[in-house]
């Protein structure tokens, strides 16, 4: 495992978030009358109770667990309850299961540790909706259907959380002042804002949307499909949202006047029967009136900020867009009771939904969605960003000779959001690839280089420089995805000849611990042998990429040259300079003609028909013959320099392992599969140590799938690997039987953590499991076999059911390991918020405040923008936003650890570091 480096403790004085405030109130109109007992055996199994809710395990969905949370802390009751089928009816404490995650975990997840309660524990709660098997929400209080979202009323001023410190004001003065005149004047102002008209026509709009959603959403639930009903009410969320704010809206006006208005009234003076001077305390003379009202705008301004980040918006990126752009199809077809188009529009969200988070569910769909619109629009949007030119911000900072660093400031923008655009190309091209053959992928890598190589920037534009490093950037992405693929394909003659290589050392090395020396000679000889012919390979491979260096040596020249002299050559697809006609990609000079892509000189002329133009001083275009010929043989370059490194046998065994199991897991080519294993068998000569363990996951993979879901479509595959194993027997044992045992693994951890040593000090159960992580990826790199490595792939799944916050999907990118800003927020304890419309995540504790956005690599550290930073790569998206990890390192003292063979990663830390080495100590003894 890696070990922890460079560790830095910064505190940054930075501005208060204080528009992160996710305002909650402890009971503040909790009343127990308003609920209903139930009896606790007549509840059908497979229910949780969650805080006022019974909600049925199959019809739980995020928005429906977020509204019974937000009723715990109302009513306190914060113990999480499940009747288990697995326990016969009983009901069971699942506290620990603080996660919508865990708690669909299952009985490996939440349920396989939980504390069983009696049925009084149950019965003596207080309830207010039941969420049953049918999926359909019932006011236990009247027996009626509802719709979840509005269970929080919107318009009933009274029993707005936000406004509870008016309303617990509002209480008190009835209750204490309510007979003199001075607290019926409190009353009454206060009984006018509560009168404040809150609707119009944008929340009836939004009423009817939601109306209409909900008779969809009917339509389709006793199909029981949890996730395109998850779809349908996360656009109701995005609607509800809306109309909330559309409401704070309104009070963000009103509650100023009232601030205004209790400033003025102040005490009068009056004289009573007897002529004395009398004092009348005016309404703003309470204190306590005015900060209620205060601290309800601060709520209202919060909250407002909060419901518009979560409304319905196109936001900035390719798959927001699509999503935006079907979710308003959704509505308008379900306002117009055209339930089949919905389906329509429910697939797509579905899709874009599977696709952005990395998930490989209908392939073909998902396939179709990428090539036919996604990855269209991303182009388009990068080949823009690439072609844009100085904006009126930089030409007006130019001509008023403002400092080369504001200049470069502004320019940075620019490249910034060609890089946010190249980002998401990237994500969308990678998942592409993942849904089709390995030989597939290859050949469409090859289509989009032939591309990319024409996306060089022409002219001499400020930003041409930042445009072509980041066509650049693309290539050696689309180089290395390339290579990726082929190493998934079975790899090339030097992949073999390494992996023999490997396996032949590994060999010798079992010679020389036998005292085998002639054995060991022998071995020797044929690693010269093996060495020879990747040397041979490597040569030829050398000396092709000499010749394209030298070749573009030569383009290079040949190109200044060009430009010194203002010659050009065109291909017809620009346009004209002043003083000349054009329609070619280049630029023409003054009083010049020309249609080619190639920029002439003053006086020039060129004709976009392969003849060179003259001039005295233009310069040639990167869209120019010479700067093509040059891109692409770069291309032809980079992806042969690609073919030659990672070249391990763990590589290739690993790439078709990953490929297989992909397969088996989310669908795909079986023949692709067959040829998987085949590949594999044909390398046990070579490794049977690195190959039978990896033969043994995919196994295991597709006896479990055929077992879950009855498919016999892999019945081939395993028997291709039985018979492997049949005919190799001696090799498989000898493979297999390597390391102790995974109960002793368990065993060990657990007396380690009984020990209680100093090192587990303030370490919680999460954190705990962290370090057990830690221990078995270090173990399995330290000691031979593949027990602890299977032990921690299984450990890790299960912390993932678990809802550990620590272990996360991992984003696989050999440019960076990267963090989840979900987990880096529950490890340093910081407030998190995703700002779905601006793809925006938050950050933010005390006066510590970060921004991140969607494969953007900048920084905002302030609320209005003005403290930015920049990371060496950008944010990606896998669920959530994901920064690299060396900006994790040095900001928040974290790092990423993956582990191998598996789609998981965890959040790694300094203090997580001797307990580790105190636990790997244990399991090495």
């Known amino acids: ?73 109302e009513s306190g009751q914060d113990r999480v309850y499940y009747k288990s089928e697995l326990s016969n009816g009983a009901w069971c404490d699942i506290s620990g299961a603080n996660a919508l995650t865990a708690i669909t975990g299952g009985a490996q997840g939440a349920f396989g540790t939980s504390a069983r309660v009696s049925d009084t524990v149950i019965a003596a709660l207080f309830f207010t909706h039941h969420t049953k098997s049918d999926g359909i929400t019932y006011d236990l209080r009247t027996g009626q259907a509802v719709n979840i979202f509005d269970i929080r009323n919107p318009y009933d001023l009274e029993l707005m959380e936000e406004l509870s410190p008016l309303k617990m004001q509002y209480d008190l003065f009835v209750e204490t002042q309510g007979e ?130 979560r409304m319905l918006a196109e936001g900035v990126t390719v798959l927001s867009a699509a999503a935006y752009q079907a979710s308003n199809d959704l509505i308008d077809h379900a306002k117009a009771g055209n339930h089949a188009a919905c389906d329509v529009d429910v697939e797509i969200l ?69 890089s946010i655009c190249r980002s998401e190309l990237e994500f969308l091209i990678d998942a592409l690839t993942q849904r089709v053959t390995a030989s597939e992928g290859m050949d469409y890598i090859d289509e989009r280089l032939a591309l990319t190589t024409g996306w060089y920037s022409a002219g001499g534009d400020v930003f041409k420089d930042g445009a072509d490093a980041c066509v650049t950037d693309h290539i050696d992405f689309l180089s290395r995805l390339k290579r990726t693929l082929q190493l998934a394909a079975g790899g090339t003659e030097i992949d073999r000849l390494q992996a023999q290589k490997a396996a032949q050392q590994t060999d010798y090395m079992d010679a020389l611990d036998k005292n085998d020396l002639a054995g060991a000679k022998r071995i020797e000889g044929l690693i010269a042998e093996t060495d020879e012919q990747i040397a041979a390979l490597e040569d030829e491979a050398n000396a092709r990429m000499s010749d394209l260096e030298e070749q573009i040596a030569a383009l290079r020249e040949q190109l200044a040259d060009e430009t010194e002299d203002g010659t050009g050559e065109g291909d017809g697809t620009g346009q004209a300079g002043a003083g000349g006609p054009g329609d070619g990609s280049g630029q023409t000079g003054a009083d010049g003609t020309g249609d080619g892509s190639g920029q002439a000189g003053a006086d020039g002329s060129g004709d976009g028909s392969g003849q060179t133009g003259t001039g005295e001083t233009g310069q040639t275009g990167a869209g120019s013959a010479t700067a093509r010929q040059i891109q692409a043989l770069e291309g032809e370059l980079s992806a042969l320099a690609a073919s ?87 090799a498989y044992d000898a493979a297999m039987a390597q390391e102790r045992a995974a109960a002793e693994f368990d065993d060990l951890s657990k007396a380690y953590f009984a020990s209680a040593p100093a090192e587990l000090q303030g370490l919680g159960t999460e954190e705990q499991a962290a370090v057990y992580l830690g221990a078995l990826k270090a173990y399995s790199e330290q000691v031979p076999g593949d027990t602890a490595g299977r032990l921690m792939q299984a450990e890790a799944q299960r912390q993932m059911n678990l809802g550990n916050p620590l272990v996360f999907r991992r984003i696989n990118d050999p440019a960076s390991e990267y963090l989840p800003v979900t987990s880096i927020a529950s490890f340093l304890k910081m407030r998190y918020v995703w700002n779905r419309n601006l793809n925006q995540a938050v950050l933010e504790r005390g006066a510590a405040y970060y921004i991140f956005t969607t494969y953007s690599d900048q920084v905002l550290r302030s609320k209005d923008s003005s403290q930015t930073e920049y990371m060496r790569l950008p944010a990606k998206y896998l669920s959530c936003v994901h920064v690299p990890e060396e900006y994790a390192q040095a900001n928040f003292s974290c790092e990423a650890v993956y582990f191998p063979g598996t789609e998981y990663g965890m959040l790694f830390s300094e203090k997580f570091q001797a307990a580790c080495d105190g636990l790997l100590e244990q399991l090495l003894t």
Request: aromatic share 4%; hydrophobic share 45%; net charge negative.
């Open 180 to 309: 003199s005149e001075q607290g019926t004047a409190k009353i009454a102002r206060i009984d006018i804002f509560w009168q404040t008209s809150v609707e119009d026509q944008v929340t009836a709009e939004c009423d009817a949307d939601l109306a209409a959603l909900q008779a969809y959403l009917d339509a389709i639930r006793p199909e029981g499909d949890t996730v395109r009903m998850g779809v349908v009410q996360e656009r109701m969320d995005a609607v509800d949202a809306k109309r909330r704010a559309q409401v704070f809206t309104v009070l963000d006006e009103v509650l100023p006047v009232f601030i205004e208005e209790l400033q003025t009234l102040t005490d009068t003076e009056t004289e009573n029967e007897d002529g004395e001077s009398e004092t009348t305390p005016g309404v703003a003379s309470d204190t306590s009136l005015q900060s209620a009202v205060n601290e309800s705008m601060s709520n209202v301004q919060a909250a407002l900020i909060y419901q518009q980040g």
């Open 350 to 418: 579905v899709n874009l939904s599977d696709i952005e988070n990395g998930r490989i569910v209908d392939k073909e769909a998902e396939l179709a969605l990428l090539r036919d619109s996604l990855i269209s629009q991303a182009t388009g949007r990068f080949t823009a960003a690439l072609a844009a030119e100085a904006d009126d911000d930089y030409r007006n900072a130019e001509a008023g000779q403002a400092a080369g660093a504001v200049l470069r400031a502004i320019a940075a923008e620019s490249i910034g959001a060609m």
């Open 644 to 730: 030659l490194s990672g070249n391990t046998a763990g590589s290739l065994v690993g790439g078709l392992r990953g490929a297989s199991l992909a397969i088996v897991r989310n669908g795909g080519d079986l023949d692709e599969l067959g040829s998987s294993i085949d590949s594999l068998g044909a390398m046990l000569d070579t490794n049977f140590k690195l190959i039978f363990p990896a033969l043994n996951d995919i196994y295991a993979a597709m006896k479990e799938k055929s077992a879950l879901d009855g498919d016999h479509s892999f019945d081939a595959a395993i028997a291709a690997v039985e018979q492997l194993i049949l005919d190799n027997k001696t």
């Open 1 to 73: 495992m890696k070990q922890m480096k460079n560790w830095t403790k910064r505190i940054i004085p930075l501005a208060l978030a204080g528009v992160l405030v996710t305002v909650s109130f402890v009971s503040a109109f909790w009343n127990s009358d308003e609920a209903v007992h139930v009896s606790a055996g007549g509840i059908e199994n497979s229910t949780l109770a969650i805080g006022t809710h019974l909600i049925h395990i199959s019809a739980l969905t995020q928005e429906l667990y977020d509204i019974a949370s937000a009723s715990a802390g």
